[in-house]
């Protein structure tokens, strides 16, 4: 028992936040230890602190948490203690470390040459060198960029991350390797391991270059087909670059940019064809062109890329801690194969689409459904493959969804719809409010339900409401294709996104990472939507 009675309350976790900050810890160590000291505080409830409560607790820890995490879960209500005088110290739990690692993650010296010859044979000298400079000196990829001339020809790099310093020792054979690939390169000073653009070879660096790829590309294909493509093709673009990359670090990026980039032609995923054939439709309103979207698309990608090459990237290194999924049969599935006949014809015959949308000669359907014969005369597809690929699922709901918005016009129940929501806002609400609103529901619940039902039922509603307030129909009809496509958070809504799943992450990971990108996406879209649009 303690002579004196303890307790954990407001103010003496806030004075020990303001000491920690005083200490100069890292921002992430003083709020974890807030966060630890507040769930320490909440099992007990109120009650005092006492050597008996901290043990049930620690127990209760070890139920769920690895004997790691209870550690650092013990040494920071520790500090705590220590800080506001409680004569209690915790036992660190004793953990027996293994010095080597398990067999499974070793490279032996066979799988080791044949990475080398591989990039040899391929006339990859640049990953050569990596691999040799890697497995010499034990650094990190993302270590690469302070391997510089001056390092090597001191035989040394000083290694510069997360606030501490640590010497790399680069062996004579290697510096005698990298010298004479630098001078062969015409790098006279800096990093040695370059793009061609002279920055850093970096992981992000070759995420982006996938990225716009991906964006350019989905806008003309629906986002599904782009998937289906670039999921097989970027894993072998990790393989050709030695593991620079990594598949958990690029599929649900890749994910991501197929559906932003989808935003760019009216082709480039469901909701649009929805909108678009709601606004045919309805009076007052006029169709938009192939092309419309464009304006808002690109704002969106250029974010992407950005978020990608600054937090997004970080944080998918901190937040994807799990081990790489093997997706072997994946690719097996999809192996490499020559350029042949068929191929050329399918390309001939999907830029003739494409210039077919965007002439406006005949209705998209007529010209998909013309493509999608030609492939079958040429005999490109079988009607048996083709019956098997359809997505019937998709059909059915688009056919079914423009039936129901036929009927709530016709029965009446749409204008009743918007007559409450109209005045559950208030008719002295600004019409950008009532656009913010809408966006922000389509946002969420595109998150949750299928982005393809939330197009259909949404999107008559808001440009019935943007009619009755004398506001654009077409606005608020783009606001419902853009909100209906922001759908990062979850892998539920959408194929692109769960076509994502086979690369391991858990749900968790979608709401961090994508999520942080939904919210930044949203806030872009709510305001270059009526700037470059008119409300």
Partial sequence: MLKNKFFITEKNIEEYVQHLKNEERAASTVEKYQSIIRKFADFL???????????????????TLAATSVNIMLAAINGFFEFIAVPIKMKLLKIQRNPFLSKEKELTQKEYKRLLETAKNQGNERIYNVLQTICSTGIRVSELKFITVEAVKSEY????????????????????????????????????????????LDRSNILIT????????????????????????????????????????????????SIVGGNLTLSGSTPQLIVQGILSQTENCTTLEYFDLWKVTVPLVIIMLLYYLTIG?????????????NDENFLSRNAEKKISRKHIICLIIMTLCIVGFVSNIFSM??????????????????????????????????????????????????????????????????????????????????????????????????????????????????????????????PISTPPMTMTLIGGYRFSDYVIVGGLFNIIAFFVALFIIPLLYGI
């Fill in 210 to 257: 996938i990225l716009v790829a991906v964006s350019a590309v989905t806008g003309f294909i629906s986002n599904t087909a782009t998937m289906a493509i670039f999921l097989p093709l970027t894993a072998s673009i990790i393989e050709l670059k030695g593991g620079l990359i990594s598949k958990k670090n690029s599929y649900m990026a890749v994910g991501i940019a």
């Fill in 45 to 63: 409830d109120g009650t005092e602190i006492t050597k008996e409560a901290a043990i049930k607790w620690e127990n209760k820890l070890l139920e």
């Fill in 313 to 325: 990237y970080a944080m998918q290194n901190k937040v994807f801690n799990f081990d790489e999924k």
């Fill in 365 to 490: 359907g007529s010209i998909a459904i013309s493509g999608a014969v030609m492939c079958i005369i040429t005999k490109s597809i079988s009607l048996k493959r083709i019956m098997k690929t359809i997505e019937w699922q998709v059909i059915m709901v688009l056919v079914g969804f423009l039936t129901i918005s036929k009927g709530l016009i016709n029965a009446g129940l749409l204008e009743t719809i918007t007559n409450y929501i109209v005045k559950l806002l208030d008719y002295n609400v600004s019409p950008f409010m009532i656009f913010a609103i809408l966006l922000l529901i389509t946002t969420i619940a595109s998150n949750f339900i299928s982005s393809t039902a939330v197009a259909a039922v949404l999107a008559p509603i808001s440009i019935a409401i943007a009619l009755r307030l004398d506001s654009n129909p077409t606005t608020f009809a783009i606001a419902t294709i853009i909100g209906s496509n922001l759908c990062f958070a979850t």
């Fill in 157 to 200: 790099a000083e290694v510069r991350n997360k606030g501490k310093i640590r010497v790399i020792f680069i062996p004579r054979d290697l510096k005698r390797i990298l010298l004479k690939y630098a001078k062969t390169h015409g790098i006279t000073s800096g990093s040695i391991f370059v793009t061609k653009n002279g920055k850093p």
